[in-house]
């Protein structure tokens, strides 16, 4: 797969590689990380093209896993099979995960006072708002009835009937894909 | 005892992993209801904690399974949680990204993409929902909810900007 690149692009080092996700992982603060990949793989380093970057973009938003992981793995595969996206991958999640486990030991010691029980919720509403506008712009791209009734069938059934989503994903994704294919067959007959 | 948890932990996120489309948002409905309903390792309340601090971090909100790890089995569940949430789709996106160079005329592709974004908007707005419902909230929070969503939504204004204005002000609120 890195044939593509291989001839002409000279091999990559694994290690500048995973500085670079490492370097974005410490800088992108707030879910600005496709800004800084921007920057970093297109712009400064030509890793990518810019439809390279739009198509890595949106492969890391439908598939399964977080997206600025996936950006490393899409990235990181590309360019050194792979080895190359686990490096990139394991550079991504690195330094946030060292902050992760830093604040889930200060919750351990003072989680249970009044004023930390007041800031997580206040907090808590903000994140919720953060998962509400991601909600919102995947949305946009959702706009015809039968997407719509999906979307709106899994906000039901999971959501509010609280039904097992494990099982309810696996029923409806085949639908939602099938039912795209066989549109896009009849546009092109 | 910590034998069995690891491993349940594994049980848990393992499959989550691999249907988390668009992201940890996804499967936060889950989540909460296998950690807090199935297994009772968290209270509500501390799933919702969990979930704040996750939100607050930086880096993929799929790292709240690391805390979820970390308080249900210690340093090594935390390892463990977050191994189990990031490697199963991880592989699925290396066959996918794959795949979807060595098909490049497949009218799957375009499927493929329509296809799971309705998935993951249902989802997404579920886990919102999740959240909304085992924090018990109140006025207060729905009415901070309601406008950074419209902040995030429809202004520029950074998020951290509108965490830092609501930790202090529920932080002042405490002392009135």
Known sequence: MSLEHSPETPRVPLLALMSVFFRVGITSFGGSTAAWLYRELVENRGWLDEDGFVTALTLAQVLPGANPVNLAIYVGSQLRGGIGGAAAAFGMVGPAFCVILALGFLYAQFGNSPTAHAVLGGLAAVGVAMTLSIGVKLARKVRKPVPVLIAATLFVTVGVLHWQMIPVVLVLTPISIGLERMAGRKKSA | ?176
């Open chain 2, 1 to 176: 005892m910590n034998d069995t948890r690891l491993l349940g932990l594994i049980l848990v996120f393992a499959p989550l992993s691999l249907i988390s489309f668009g992201g940890g948002q996804a499967i936060v409905a889950d989540m909460q209801h296998q950690t807090v309903d199935v297994q009772h390792w968290l209270t509500d309340r501390q799933f919702v904690d969990l979930f704040a601090l996750s939100r607050a971090a930086p880096g993929p909100s799929t790292l709240i399974a690391a805390l979820i790890g970390w308080q249900v089995a210690g340093f090594l569940g935390a390892i463990v949680a977050t191994l189990a949430i990031y490697i199963p789709s991880s592989i699925a996106v290396y066959g996918a990204v794959r795949w979807w160079h060595a098909s490049k005329d497949s009218p799957w592709r375009g499927a493929l993409e329509r296809g799971l974004a309705p998935v993951a908007v249902g989802l997404v707005f579920a886990g919102a929902l999740a959240v909304l419902e085992a924090a018990h909230v109140n006025a207060l929070q729905i009415f901070t909810t309601v406008i950074a969503a419209g902040l995030l939504i429809s202004t520029r204004v950074g998020v951290y900007t509108i965490m830092a204005v609501a930790a202090l002000s529920y932080a002042l609120l405490q002392f009135l």
